[in-house]
């Protein structure tokens, strides 16, 4: 997955790419991963999804879905880490065949272990080939529900739980899933309810537990809304700019399902007000005056975390965060990646406590040419790309935003950036 075609990111000072700018952002891939395996799912009649993502990630989904009744015995997922589980509870109900599920080196670093587990309590078949709790996997054939009832911890991965929520319906005794507190990343299980009660599938909710019959799914059309990561980094870019800058974000919406959308309330303390309309959002930079310290618990949408850090670092805001703990088994180890960035700029991020991280920003400083490792991350590249309203920056490995935001540098360049290949 590695590129070594890096960007020079200079900000034009007198761009007139300055007013009435709107961003077409991509449609949101965590919507579309969860439509695309209840597409899958739905055996009475055909699901049709509009605006299906281009990231990365959902095409290879796509691909691997609509591959698996042809002769294939193994699935790359590449570096899609939701596509890895997703598919290992799909394959784990739904195979009529022995099939292996593989990845990255790094995907093969990244623990799986607990929904493997969970599976096989239920009476699925599923081995490691390597490490014990990583993949690569081989899956075989579900033969008989041993178990109606899990627990599984909610504070690892919210995707372990989207997972085995959508294949329950097809269980034949059905699931209950006791989720143990803490509950991370709750927005994104709230999502994957929405998303099948849309297609007739009830769950019911009784406390942290959720209960879900054998049932059916019905065809359905759906269109993906834009996604909220992806627009987190024009907030920050809107948060960097100059009093009066505005853009509009296309396709997004006031009733979204998507937990990111958390990143209007962070921004607006940022300086940044954002007003809907029936394109999507407009975003002004304000001159509100800004806050010397902001807490943020980031356990309900942990991928805003690097643009927040990127953000206040540039804006000598200081930080004190919690719900940090999944950042460590994302596409690399988030935490150390942002440590290691931001100490270029003069700040700091230091763990002061148990579970509590603290970022000192008063220091900043951008005196010269920056390079900014991307540890093959989308969101480093992208969270980090804003910070060039303050100077020159080198991206390394620029082809990672294809995981989630193929346009991305495309749509900068509309604003008034301009990117040299090194």
Same mark, same amino acid.
């Given at each position: 997955m590695k590129n070594n075609l890096? *960007?020079?990111?200079? *900000? !034009?000072q007198n761009s007139t790419n300055e007013q009435n700018q709107k961003i077409n952002l991509p449609s949101s891939k965590s919507e579309a991963n969860r439509m695309l395996i209840i597409k899958a799912l739905t055996t009475n009649g055909s699901t049709t999804i509009n605006n299906l993502s281009s990231a990365r990630d959902t095409q290879t989904l796509s691909r @691997?879905? $609509?591959s698996i009744d042809q002769s294939n015995t193994e699935l790359d997922v590449l570096d899609a880490g939701t596509t890895m589980r997703f598919l290992t509870a799909f394959l784990a109900i739904t195979t009529q065949k022995q099939i292996v599920i593989t990845g990255t080196q790094r995907m093969k670093q990244r623990p799986i272990g607990i929904l493997v587990e969970a599976l096989r309590s239920i009476g699925c078949q599923i081995n490691y080939l390597e490490k014990e709790g990583y993949p690569p996997l081989s899956i075989n054939p579900f033969k008989e529900q041993t178990n109606q009832e899990i627990s599984i911890p909610g504070n690892v991965s919210s995707q372990y739980i989207s997972a085995l929520l959508m294949v329950a319906?097809?269980?034949p005794k059905g699931l209950a899933i006791n989720i143990l507190a803490p509950i991370y990343s709750q927005p994104y299980i709230d999502m994957t309810i929405g998303l099948m009660a849309k297609a007739g599938i009830k769950v019911e909710k009784l406390g942290s537990a959720l209960r879900i019959e054998n049932q059916e799914y019905k065809a359905i059309e759906h269109t993906i809304e834009s996604d909220w990561s992806g627009a987190s980094y024009w907030f920050s870019f809107i948060a960097?700019?100059? %009093? $009066? !800058?505005?853009?509009?974000? @296309? $396709? @997004?919406?006031? +009733?979204?399902l998507q937990g990111d959308q958390a990143i209007r309330p962070i921004m607006q303390k940022l300086g940044v007000q954002s007003t809907y309309d029936q394109e999507g959002i407009i975003l002004i930079k304000n001159n509100n005056e800004l806050p010397e310290w902001l807490? %943020? +618990?980031f356990k309900e949408f942990p991928d805003l975390a690097q643009t927040v850090v990127a953000c206040c670092a540039a804006l000598k805001v200081?930080?004190?965060m919690t719900g940090l703990e999944s950042l460590r088994i994302k596409e690399t180890d988030r935490i150390k990646a942002l440590h290691n960035e931001i100490s270029k700029f003069n700040c700091s991020l230091t763990e002061s406590s148990k579970g509590v991280w603290e970022m000192k920003a008063k220091e900043f400083s951008f005196t010269e040419l920056i390079n900014i490792h991307t540890y093959e991350d989308h969101r480093m590249a992208?969270?980090?790309?804003p910070l060039a309203l303050k100077g020159p920056l080198l991206i390394d490995e620029i082809d990672v935003v294809n995981k989630s935001y193929p346009s991305f540098w495309t749509d900068l360049k509309s604003v008034g950036f301009e990117l040299t290949e090194q």
């Open positions: 890096n *960007y020079l990111v200079n *900000y !034009r @691997l879905l $609509g319906p097809l269980l960097l700019s100059k %009093i $009066g !800058r505005s853009i509009k974000l @296309l $396709g @997004l919406k006031e +009733d979204s807490e %943020i +618990d200081n930080l004190k992208m969270s980090f790309a």
